[in-house]
């Protein structure tokens, strides 16, 4: 029995040892343990303070997005207000309903502030008799636009018929001979397409002109030409 002491004594101080290393290490893990609940409400204020930066940005976003549409909106009513105003809208019906076919346009006419309707006709009526038509076959004249300082408004005439605006088409290269009218051009009353179309049959004639000096162009059929002289 004594010699059992000894292993006794032994496993009672290893018994001890355990149980201290197990109360160290328990001391430990309570220490990590603080360590991440720390940690975690670290993270958690972070986060917290990322999502309310997000939300003054999300909210300062709308407030521009907002502001931008009622901008927006305005002019968008403003533009169509303008666009649908009665006056505006005659004139697109206008436009789009007139019968053409007899109708010239006069560019270059001298043009005053103070012109009188009288004074318009007096000016055609020279025009006309210089290229020895009747001025009788002209129903009406208009300047067409405001007056601007510098500028010649054009004359749409009213004509009264087709015939005669051919015919008048066809005379008007004769004012090229008189040091009055020369700088006068008479065309025919298009359409806003058909101007649209016209700018781009000029510029095309005046790049071909340009690119081949020694020849002749003209606008034939609603296409640029070379015209044999």
């Given at each position: ?18 149980e ?23 993270l ?12 003054k ?7 521009i ?28 019906i206008?436009?789009?309903t ?18 009188s ?11 006309f008799?210089?290229?020895g038509?009747c ?5 009406s ?10 500028t ?6 009213r ?9 008048i ?9 008189s040091?009055?009218y ?5 065309s ?5 397409e ?17 690119a081949a ?12 030409m070379?015209v044999?002289?």
């Open positions: 029995m004594e010699r059992c002491y000894p292993l006794l004594d032994r496993l009672s101080t290893e018994v001890e040892d355990n201290r290393k197990l109360l160290d290490s328990q001391e430990e893990l309570i220490v990590s343990q603080r360590a991440l609940v720390e940690a975690q409400g670290q958690v204020k972070l986060q917290c303070e990322l999502l309310g930066k997000r939300d940005e999300i909210t300062a976003v709308q407030s997005a907002e502001e931008e549409i009622k901008t927006f909106s305005s002019v968008l009513k403003k533009s169509c207000d303008s666009a649908l105003a009665p006056k505006r809208i005659r004139t697109a206008t436009s789009a007139e019968d053409r076919t007899s109708n010239v346009i006069v560019h270059g006419l001298f043009d005053d502030p103070s012109e309707s009288k004074d318009l006709e007096h000016s055609v009526c020279g025009v008799d210089y290229m038509e001025v009788t076959s002209v129903y004249m208009t300047r067409l636009g405001r007056y601007k300082e510098g010649d408004r054009p004359v749409k005439l004509l009264s018929g087709r015939e005669f605006r051919d015919l088409l066809s005379h008007k290269s004769g004012l090229k001979k040091d009055r020369k700088d006068l051009y008479i025919p009353d298009r359409s806003p058909e101007r649209e179309e016209r700018r781009k049959l000029v510029a095309e004639l005046k790049e071909r002109k340009a000096p020694g020849k002749t162009f003209g606008i034939r059929g609603g296409k640029v070379e044999v002289v």
